[in-house]
């Protein structure tokens, strides 16, 4: 029914993945594009000499059954496990209580691993930026600098970004639907990595800040399946990042570690500064996603469906159900048709 189709998703973070997979369960030919070499998107881990650390998506949680489905076949896989920290919120005058709330799993043995997992059984072109997208007959044709692909076309295209390179890269090709993209609010975020030779005494694993600079602190030396040096990772508040999103890293980097000498973490034996240009959302539709059935053209992404990974996930899954719902709804009307010519009932 719909195996002669071809799709291509542009995003290897997870809702990309999570709509790739789906479609190509229900026999559609679907390429995945990432600008990166590898997939995960956000959910991604830096590697130093002997080091590792997670420094986008900390931990996430799994609510909707379908998520929830999903995880579990990702524990059984081993590419991903509960975590559970010993969680501080300190307030703005430093009083601290501990943060019992969440079930909270993460990626093994990094942050990457499921969407590494996911990415397995797909075809996913990495360092394959696409940099224009032009309508082509009734598919779509990509720009792209990845050699073998630059005059490939496809019958739809599905965009699996952020929000503000969701726009750039519809805004001359569907101006309506960059205009919404237009609209989603995201915001910078500064990341820390710190190593030591020695695990820190602090009290905790993790802690919610709500004072100064930071706002999350994590051992990620505590999450199961790390192995190397004892690291932690800061991550700075949305509004101080945003403030600061071009700030000297060096600078950036001194004004952290001093955040966190306040809350008792002693000064690392290394550290690396990463930013996030697009670290979270607001969403700014109601939609969980956009699906464009006249156009083949859709988006997912945690910006259109609450900026965590179960909702990157959920909106990449939703989009596809759509696509699979519309080719089922055109391939049956086609059928009608044909059934009405033959019966010679379709013309006077
Ligand atoms: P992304 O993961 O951003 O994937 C988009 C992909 O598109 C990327 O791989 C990118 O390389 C690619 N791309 C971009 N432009 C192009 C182009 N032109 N051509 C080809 N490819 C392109 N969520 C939680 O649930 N819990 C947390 O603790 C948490 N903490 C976070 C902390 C930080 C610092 C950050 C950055 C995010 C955090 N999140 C957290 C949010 C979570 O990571 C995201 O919601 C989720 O990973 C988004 O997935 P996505 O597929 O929508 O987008």
Same mark, same amino acid.
């Given at each position: ?9 542009? %995003? ?15 026999? $559609? ?31 996430? *949680? ?29 307030? %703005? !005058? ?26 397995? !059984? $797909?075809?996913?072109?990495? @360092? ?5 997208? #032009?309508?082509?007959?009734? %598919?779509?044709?990509?720009? *792209? ?6 005059? *490939? @076309?496809?019958?739809?295209? $599905? ?7 969701? #726009? ?13 993209? +237009? ?13 030591? /030779?020695?695990?820190?005494?602090? %009290? ?15 051992? /990620?030396?505590?999450?199961? &399946? ?20 071009? =700030? =000297? ?8 570690? +001093? ?36 156009? @083949? $053209? &859709?988006?997912?992404? =945690?910006?259109?469906?609450? @900026? ?41």
């Amino acid at each position: 029914m719909t195996s002669n189709r071809s799709v291509a998703v542009i %995003g290897a973070g997870l809702a990309g993945l999570s709509c790739a997979s789906a479609l190509q369960q229900a026999g $559609l030919q679907v390429t995945v594009f990432d600008k990166s070499r590898g997939a995960g998107g956000r959910m991604s881990t830096r590697r130093g000499d002997g080091w590792q650390c997670d420094h986008g998506a900390q931990y996430f *949680t799994a609510s909707h059954p379908d998520f929830r489905q999903e995880v579990a076949r990702w524990e059984r896989a081993g590419v991903a496990a509960r975590w559970a920290p010993v969680v501080h919120l300190i307030d %703005g !005058d430093g009083n601290r209580e501990m943060d019992v709330r969440n079930e909270r799993f993460v990626g093994v043995p990094a942050m990457s691993a499921p969407a590494l997992h996911l990415a397995l !059984d $797909l075809n996913v072109c990495g @360092g394959a930026a696409i940099t224009g997208l #032009a309508r082509a007959g009734d %598919g779509w044709r990509l720009r *792209t600098a990845l050699p073998g692909y630059a005059d *490939t @076309g496809f019958d739809m295209v $599905l965009l699996a970004l952020p929000a503000p390179q969701t #726009a750039a890269l519809l805004r001359e090709a569907a101006p309506a639907q960059a205009a919404l993209a +237009e609209r989603a609010e995201m915001f910078g975020c500064w990341a820390m990595m710190l190593r030591y /030779d020695a695990p820190l005494a602090l %009290g905790f694993d993790a802690a919610f800040v709500q004072q100064g600079p930071l706002r999350w602190i994590a051992r /990620d030396s505590s999450k199961p &399946g790390r192995s190397g040096p004892e690291t932690w990772l800061l991550h700075a508040s949305p509004e101080w990042s945003q403030a600061h999103l071009e =700030d =000297d890293p060096g600078v950036v980097g001194v004004t952290l570690l +001093e955040a966190f000498r306040a809350l008792d973490g002693p000064a690392p034996q290394a550290w690396t500064a990463h930013r996030w240009r697009y670290a979270s959302t607001w969403p700014g539709s109601t939609a969980p996603y956009l699906w464009v059935p006249e156009h @083949g $053209l &859709g988006m997912c992404g =945690d910006w259109l469906a609450g @900026g965590t990974v179960e909702a990157a996930w959920l909106s990449g899954r939703a989009l596809a159900a759509s696509v699979r719902g519309h080719l089922v709804a055109s391939s049956n009307s086609t059928a009608e048709a044909r059934q009405r010519k033959a019966e010679g009932g379709h013309c006077r």
